[in-house]
Structure formats: structure tokens, C-alpha cells
């Protein structure tokens, strides 16, 4: 029965009641029963996660799998400071992971406050209450304003029945509904005017509908379904991230291995063996590295915030420099969500009126020159006067700006009005509301000497109703076929056109249908929601920045299409793709011309998931916004979901990764500017990070390697694990960790996005680890043996042998600093930019050799890293050996660049 093929609002009320074998006063509450077992109860079922099983998660990494075996193994052998500080590590890790990530997905969840407790039936001839979760197919509802709906239902009674669908379909105006059957096939909820769906509102009128889909068959529950079987795909940095530890773990469980082999092989005890390749292995680990970038993602959060843009989930940070496509709605993100009159036709006279939104500011232009209206235009003040006259809204301003109270269509007319000077309101005697029925509205106010009737609405209803117009100031015979021209090209614009006409009463002192007649007509007003002037610019940007803005909107084709030229949004083809055109395409249909088409209009909530994961197919990264419950699939599914701050229902905001705290476009652009920002500093991290990492490794297993040469080796390495580890943690602190205060680099939106399939590992990559890492390696093992070798033959063996394996723990730490400075950038060289334009990095060198110094000098200290204090002169042997950290990466980038300019 509820198969989702079923086109109800096709049917006709008989076929409807036939079909569900039902009747319009309700089924019996043995037949309710009955239906109860057979399709289940009006319910949407959720599910969560627990703390525990994202606690466990966040253990799912082998580089604490590695960490963690090696602090079983230190523990066994009775190395328990080693195995406290590299547990410590691992916890830490875990803990921030945990916190940063620790809310769960709930934007399914977030559906269940949608879901209605009860509602009236009829049952057995009779009203009564029941638990909505018990309503079945063939049920008849009564409801009426204020009421939320439980299913989806056809209507068959509808008396100035409104409800607000905005939430589903993304339309801001509430629809008025009845109960004819539509014969168009595959309408998108927001054209089925004869039904009403489960979680939307009555805003006005009551009615009467039979239950036709329910629970998880309707509207609401097919976008739980789709929710529930969208996985979240990883971010571009998640996925490199992923195969870059995949990588580096199997090459230092090889490398430590082979160590391991060969440590035995020389013939060295198995205690020897395992701690040299220990030592390897905490060198080769990056332990700070998930730490880093976690906190370098939470301080984008903090930038991004500053420019409106909200971050939920910490990887979007990056994923937003990654953008190719944004996938936008129109209203209120692109737009103002601000009506605005643009035309104004009267007398003859075609007026252009300047000025954006609700602010009551712009200026009126006639023949291209800028005009003051005043009393001498009386048919445009009195075109004016009426649409502030006949109105309901009120204009209001606050802290945020300026606010309309009421209908948007009206309070653009007297925003029109009050930029002509109009403020003054004369006293209304009576009021003929507008209908749909009568497309107009009417208003008797009154005068100093005799009362006016205003009218406006429709222009062909409001022409029908006149029969003379008001040109330079006199009233002349009506010229219909002049008016509906314009009036039509108007609309062929996008624009809304309101007629208007008055009427003088004399002492009238109420208002009947019947004085509606013999009108003067004054003119006609043309309004659109605007585009922001932001975004005009900000899609300008995009396009610059090699990323396309698609735009994909609820509202009618020629408006999607009007706007979108305004924006700069390339229309393909001259055409704008409806939401009937995608009801009928294949997803192989779509894939083939969604790379094509950039505005899709009057489109259904799966019509945006399917847009957006057909975009991912092509290989694209894609950002989508959306505020309504439709929206939420897409949100999720999109690899940046932005919901809308003020618009945005809770639903969409669950589902999202980022918040529009101000719902514009240019915000969105403003943060794919510090996405890239933020990825370049995380690049720089990782540069930095990864070639000291090396360089200790090398270290490590070139004393291996040197031992059946150099016999001071295998009395002791060049460095314990303990002073490992505590390098590679105060440094991620004190001299990675600064990296993400770098200034921004000029140019991030003038370069094409980068390509998301390109890796960590690349020719630069290597380059830099490389020479890096065997220049440490060289420094390191060279002064601990010129330091070390007489300890083989003097009987103070012990403590010159620590001496020098603190000079060459000074080594290592000097080129860690040196290599800082030219780390900075990754292209340019550290003479083209000021040492202080990053203080960070100056604060983070000081304390680290400030460190340095009472670890090699202090004696708690000296306890705790197995250190020993060395003559003051050794600091220049150890200062040249640490040069090479700063200049052969100089050197690196001047070769590089001279290269490039040549090819």
C-alpha cells in the first residue's frame, strides 16, 4: 500500500478513500487494530553511539598500537620511566581525540522533536485524541492552525488551510493548500497543494485529511532513511592522514625490525637489541603529531568563528580548503531572504529604485538620471502611499539592523515608500483582507476632507477592477495593453509585480466588495529578493579560486535563473534544471550532466543528496548549505554540510560541519580562505615534524650500523629513549605547535584548489626528510663520537660517555630550532620575511633552550633525562654541527626556485 511510487495528490478523494478501503468518517477502532499489526506503528526509530565505543575509537591508530607494545615491552624488562611517559602519551592522545570528537551524530535524533505526541481522529463516526505514534493509513485527521502534522495526508476539507513547509521544502512562505488533485507527475512536495506532510505546521485555517503514509514511509521518515544510510565520508586530510600512518607505520615496524636483526646478528644481548630498536622506533614516532594537528584544527575553529563561520567537526577545518563546488541555496544565503522593490511603473514612467534588504535607504532613478520624488509626481507618491497604506507589516530596526514584522512582500513596499519620504499614516476606517481567492486587498483610510480606498494585488486583477489611471498628475482613460506589457516583462525578470488603484469615498465609513469598483489605477511595483552585493563578489572569488558555485533553490526557475545571472553563476546551456527533469533522470543521467548545469530550481529533498553525491563521483569535494530538514541528507553526505545559523532548523544543524552564524555566502568563501590557510600550516607541521622525526631515527640506526667500526656504540647510544620522547613532545609544544600562528600568505584564493588525491608523501616530502634527516644524523653521531671515544680508555668512562650523549642531545635540539626558522615557509626563503612577523616562534626558541639549559646543567634534571653537565666551549662545535638544519633547506629552496624559473 504505502509503496513510494504512489502519486496521492494524482488522486482524487474517491480513488484515495477506495484505495485504502476507508471511509471520511473514520475507521473503527477494531479496523485501527487491525492496520496497527499490519503496518506498524507511526514511529521513526533512532539509534546512538555510546561514550564507550567512541572512547574505543580513538585508539583505532597504529602508531598507538606501535606505542603501546613498546611500552609493554620497556615494562617488562624494568625500563618504568620509559613505559610511564610513552602511556602518557598515548593517553593524552586518546583524551583530546575523545573531547574534540566526543559529540555524537545526532542529527537524527534531532527528527524526533518533530515528531507530534497527539492529534485528533475520527474514529467510529466520533473526535477523539489519540497518540499520533498510533495513527494508521486510512485515518482521518482533523486539524487547524497552530497544529503540527502527524503523517502525510491527503486532504479532502481545506477552509483557508496554510501550513508552513519550509522546514521540508525550503520554501519561506507558507502554502496554501486545497483539495483538488494534481494530474502533473512527479511534483516535488513543495507543488503537492492538496497535501500535508508529517513534522510541518498549520500556520492558519483547518481541515481535514485522510492518513496515506506513515512512520518511516513518509516524507519526513524517507529523510531519516536516507540519513541513516549516508555515511560520513572522511575529509581529504582524514584519508591522507590515514595512508601516510598506514605508511609510516609499516616502515619503522621494518625498519625497528631490521635493527632488531641485526643488533643480534652482531652477536649484541637481546636487552641491547630491543632497546636500540625501541629507541628507533619512539624516534621514528611522531607522537605529537595527532596532538598538533588536532589543536592546529581546534585553533581554526577559533579563527573561523571570528568571520561567522562555526566549525562542529574539527576535520572540516581543512576540508574546506579542498572545495571544488559549492553546492548553494538561493534564499537568504545567496539573497538577502529580503524582498526589495527594484521598478516602479506608474504614469507612464518606468522607475528604478536603489538599495538592498529592509534598510529604508536608495535612491529613485527616471531616465537614467537620480530624482527626488516629491508631490509634483503625484502617481508615484500615491503608487507609493498606497502600498504603505494598504499594508499589515511593520518596519522595525534593532542591533542586528532592520527587521520587517509580518509579510516580506509588504514590508518591501514600505521600505519603497519610506525612501520616497512617505512616514505619515493616515487613520484606517475599515480592511478587506487579502484572499487567494481575490488576489487582492483593500484599505479605507481616512482624509482631511474625504476618505481614499487603497487596493492592491495582482495587476490583471487590480486592472479588471479600474477603469482610468493617473498619468502627470490628472486622471486619463485606462491603457491595459501598456501595463500588462511591462508587467510581463517584469515577471519575465523574476520579479513579483503588485498592482495598485485608489479610490475616492467621500464620507464612507466602511468597506464592501462592491465599492470596488471604477478605480483609478496608479501603477505597478516590482520586487525580487536581491542578491547580497557580498556575494556577488564572494562567487566572483570562487570562480578565481578555481572553485564552482552551483546554485540549487526551492523557488521558480525564472527567478533561479534571474538571480543567477546577477551572481555570476554560469547558466549552461541558457538553461536552469527543474526538480521534474531529475524526478525522471537515472543516477547514471544525472552523473553524466552534473558537471554541466550549476542551477537547479523547484527541486525535492533528494533531488540535493542526489546533486551532491553524484558531484563526489565525479571526484569532486563538495560543500553544500542548507537549512531545512530536506537539506539534512545532503548535509551529511556533502564533504563540508554548512546549515544556516539563523534560519537553520536543529535537524539540519546536527547534520551539518559547520555553522553560518550569519547565513551569508561571502562567509563560506571567507572560510575556504582560511581552510587553505590553515591546511598550509598544517603542511608546514608536518615538513617540520616528520624530517626531526627522521633524523633521530638515522641516528639511532646508524650507531647500529657503525658498531662493528666504531666500538663506542655498542656501550651506549647516542641518545636514550627517555630524551626521544621528551624531544619529540616539547618540541611539537614549544616549536612545532607555533608553525599555526604563520600569517597568511598572500594569493590562497588566486590558485586552483589542490587535489585531494594528492599525498603526504610527495618528491618535496622526501626531499626535505631527507636531507634533514641524514644532516641530524651526521651532526648527531659526529659529536657524540668526538666527544666519546676517549671515554674507551679512561676510567671516567661513565661520565664523559653521558656528556657526550648530552652534546649530542644539544645537537639534535640546536637543528630542531635552526630548521625551524626556515620551516616557516615552504617555498620561500627565511630572508624574505621578518623573524618577528611570528613571535610565537621566537618565544617557542627561547623556551626550548632555556630547557636545554637546565636539562643539561640542572641536577634534578640531570637525575631524571641521564644527563651530565660539559665544558662551555663544546657549545660551539655543537652550534656548527647544527647549522646545516637552517641552511641546506636554504639551499633547497634557492635551487628549487631557480629551476621553476627556467622551466
Not at 601516510?244 to 619503522?252: E, K, S
Not at 643480534?264 to 628507533?280: K, R
Not at 572540516?316 to 544565503?333: H, N, P, Q, R, Y
Request: net charge neutral.
Amino acid at each position: 500500500m504505502q509503496n513510494k511510487t504512489t502519486k496521492w495528490y494524482q488522486m482524487s478523494v474517491e480513488h484515495v478513500l477506495d484505495t485504502l478501503e476507508t471511509e471520511i468518517t473514520g475507521i473503527n477502532s477494531r479496523e485501527m487494530n487491525f492496520r496497527l499489526k499490519k503496518y506498524g506503528y507511526n514511529e521513526i526509530r533512532f539509534k546512538q553511539i555510546s561514550p564507550f565505543i567512541r572512547l574505543l575509537r580513538q585508539f583505532h591508530n597504529p602508531l598507538i598500537y606501535v606505542l603501546i607494545v613498546v611500552s609493554i615491552v620497556t615494562a617488562f624488562i624494568g625500563e618504568l620511566i620509559d613505559t610511564v611517559v610513552i602511556l602518557g602519551v598515548v593517553i593524552v592522545n586518546t583524551f583530546i581525540g575523545f573531547i574534540q570528537e566526543g559529540k555524537a551524530e545526532s542529527s537524527i535524533e534531532a527528527l524526533e522533536k518533530m515528531m507530534v505526541p497527539e492529534c485528533t481522529v475520527l474514529r467510529d463516526g466520533e473526535k477523539k485524541t489519540t497518540l499520533a505514534r498510533e495513527l494508521v493509513p486510512g485515518d482521518v485527521v482533523l486539524i487547524s492552525g497552530g497544529d503540527r502534522i502527524p503523517a502525510d495526508m491527503r486532504l479532502f476539507h481545506a477552509k483557508n488551510l496554510h501550513a508552513d513547509e519550509a522546514a521540508l521544502t525550503g520554501e519561506s512562505i507558507a502554502v496554501k493548500k486545497n483539495i483538488e488533485p494534481l494530474s502533473t507527475p512527479d511534483l516535488p512536495p513543495a507543488d503537492q497543494n492538496c497535501m500535508v506532510f508529517s513534522g510541518t505546521l498549520i500556520t492558519q485555517g483547518s481541515g481535514k485529511g485522510i492518513v496515506v503514509a506513515i512512520g518511516e514511509h513518509t516524507e519526513l521518515g524517507k529523510i531519516a532513511e536516507i540519513m541513516k544510510e549516508t555515511k560520513k565520508i572522511a575529509t581529504p586530510l582524514m584519508r591522507k592522514m590515514e595512508d601516510f600512518t598506514r605508511l609510516i607505520t609499516i616502515a619503522i615496524i621494518a625498519i625497528a625490525f631490521f635493527n632488531f636483526v641485526l643488533s643480534t646478528f652482531f652477536g649484541y644481548n637481546l636487552i641491547y637489541s630491543f632497546m636500540a630498536s625501541a629507541s628507533l622506533a619512539v624516534a621514528a614516532i611522531p607522537e605529537g603529531l595527532p596532538a598538533i594537528l588536532t589543536i592546529t584544527l581546534a585553533f581554526g575553529v577559533t579563527v573561523m568563528a571570528r568571520r561567522n563561520a562555526l566549525i562542529r567537526k574539527l576535520p572540516s577545518v581543512e576540508a574546506l580548503g579542498s572545495t571544488t563546488v559549492i553546492c548553494s541555496d538561493k534564499t537568504g544565503t545567496l539573497t538577502k531572504n529580503q524582498m526589495t522593490v527594484v521598478r516602479i511603473y506608474c504614469g507612464e514612467k518606468d522607475y528604478h529604485l536603489t538599495g538592498t534588504g529592509y534598510e529604508p535607504s536608495g535612491e529613485f532613478i527616471l531616465y537614467n538620471k537620480k530624482i527626488k520624488p516629491s508631490r509634483k509626481d503625484k502617481e508615484l507618491i500615491e503608487t507609493l502611499n498606497a502600498g504603505f497604506l494598504c499594508n499589515n507589516a511593520t518596519l522595525m530596526e534593532d542591533e542586528e539592523g532592520y527587521n520587517i514584522l509580518g509579510d516580506p512582500t509588504e514590508g518591501a513596499l514600505i521600505v519603497s515608500a519610506i525612501k520616497a519620504g512617505i512616514s505619515e499614516s493616515s487613520p484606517r476606517l475599515d480592511e478587506i483582507p487579502f484572499e487567494s481567492e481575490r488576489r487582492y486587498m483593500a484599505t479605507l483610510h481616512q482624509g482631511k476632507n474625504e476618505n481614499v480606498i487603497y487596493v492592491k494585488g495582482s495587476p490583471e486583477r487590480i486592472l479588471k477592477m479600474s477603469n482610468s489611471q493617473l498619468i502627470n498628475g490628472n486622471v486619463q482613460s485606462l491603457e491595459i495593453g501598456e501595463i500588462t506589457n511591462v508587467a510581463d516583462k517584469m515577471a519575465e525578470n523574476a520579479l513579483r509585480v503588485i498592482g495598485f488603484a485608489y479610490k475616492i469615498s467621500n464620507k464612507k465609513k466602511r468597506l464592501e466588495v462592491e465599492d470596488l469598483n471604477e478605480l483609478t489605477f496608479l501603477g505597478i511595483q516590482g520586487m525580487i529578493d536581491p542578491p547580497r552585493e557580498e556575494a556577488i563578489k564572494a562567487v566572483e572569488k570562487c570562480r578565481k579560486a578555481g572553485i564552482r558555485t552551483v546554485m540549487i533553490t526551492g523557488d521558480h526557475a525564472k527567478t533561479a535563473k534571474a538571480i543567477s545571472e546577477q551572481l555570476g553563476i554560469g547558466i549552461d546551456e541558457d538553461r536552469v534544471i527543474k526538480g521534474k527533469e531529475l524526478s525522471r533522470m537515472s543516477h547514471r543521467e544525472l552523473y553524466e550532466i552534473v558537471d554541466k548545469f550549476s542551477v537547479y530550481a523547484r527541486v525535492a529533498p533528494e533531488h540535493k543528496y542526489d546533486i551532491t553525491t553524484q558531484l563526489q563521483m565525479r571526484g569532486h569535494i563538495v560543500a553544500v548549505t542548507g537549512d531545512g530538514v530536506n537539506d539534512a541528507p545532503a548535509l551529511k553526505a556533502a564533504d563540508i554540510g554548512i546549515a544556516m545559523g539563523k534560519t537553520g532548523t536543529d535537524v539540519s544543524k546536527e547534520a551539518s560541519d559547520m555553522v553560518l552564524a550569519d547565513d551569508n555566502f561571502a562567509s563560506i568563501v571567507a572560510a575556504v580562505e582560511e581552510g587553505r590557510h590553515i591546511f598550509e600550516n598544517i603542511l608546514k607541521i608536518i615538513l617540520y615534524t616528520l624530517p626531526t622525526n627522521g633524523g633521530q631515527s638515522l641516528l639511532i640506526l646508524g650507531a647500529v650500523l657503525l658498531v662493528p667500526f666504531i666500538p663506542l656504540f655498542v656501550v651506549r647510544l647516542p641518545l636514550e629513549p627517555l630524551q626521544i620522547l621528551w624531544i619529540n613532545l616539547f618540541d611539537a609544544v614549544f616549536l612545532a605547535l607555533p608553525l599555526i600562528k604563520e600569517p597568511k600568505e598572500k594569493g590562497f584564493l588566486e590558485k586552483p584548489p589542490r587535489d585531494p588525491e594528492e599525498p603526504i608523501v610527495n618528491i618535496l616530502f622526501l626531499r626535505k626528510v631527507g636531507l634533514v634527516s641524514f644532516s641530524m644524523a651526521i651532526a648527531g653521531l659526529t659529536i657524540y663520537y668526538h666527544f666519546g671515544i676517549s671515554a674507551l680508555s679512561n676510567p671516567m668512562n661513565e661520565l664523559l660517555l653521558t656528556q657526550a650523549q648530552t652534546a649530542a642531545f644539544a645537537t639534535v635540539i640546536l637543528m630542531h630550532i635552526f630548521y625551524l626558522f626556515t620551516a616557516r615557509s615552504i617555498t620561500d626563503s627565511a630572508f624574505t620575511f621578518s623573524p618577528f612577523s611570528n613571535k610565537w616562534v621566537l618565544i617557542g626558541a627561547a623556551i626550548t633552550m632555556i630547557a636545554l639549559f637546565m636539562i643539561v646543567y640542572a641536577p634534578f634534571f640531570q637525575i631524571l633525562f641521564r644527563t651530565a653537565a660539559f665544558p662551555g666551549d663544546w657549545w660551539i662545535f655543537i652550534t656548527f654541527a647544527a647549522l646545516p638544519g637552517f641552511f641546506l633547506i636554504e639551499i633547497e629552496k634557492f635551487l628549487e626556485k631557480s629551476i621553476c624559473k627556467k622551466s
